[in-house]
């Protein structure tokens, strides 16, 4: 799949994932390549300027915590912020995918 496309709509799924609970980095990763059968495949140098990014713009906030095995991990969490975001994104993809829709004839995607 063309990087440009999967950019539009990586910071709407970041929240999304982190709508339904607290991850770290790289647990979006590999969640988001199970929910998607591998069509997104983040590089860790791809999805942590995205969360800085969420960070700065109050979105999602971050907290460390240690894991099992002893290493601190650094986990995001979305903020009600993110949430209005995630809505407002998601409002907005609907839109863009029912005209791509459209043009193409109404044919949809599987």
Not at 25 to 51: A, C, D, H, K, W
Not at 60 to 71: D, I
């Amino acid at each position: 799949m063309d990087k440009r496309y999967m950019a539009l709509g990586t910071s709407m799924l970041v929240l999304k994932l982190l709508k339904e609970q607290s991850m770290y980095g790289y647990q979006i990763i590999r969640i988001l390549e199970q929910q998607s059968q591998n069509v997104f495949q983040l590089q860790e140098g791809t999805l942590y300027p995205i969360l800085h990014t969420l960070e700065q713009q109050g979105a999602v906030t971050s907290y460390h915590q240690t894991a099992e095995n002893g290493r601190s991990r650094k986990y995001y969490a979305i903020t009600s912020h993110g949430q209005k975001m995630l809505d407002e994104k998601s409002k907005e993809w609907k839109v863009y995918q029912t005209a791509v829709n459209q043009v193409m004839g109404g044919v949809l995607f599987e």
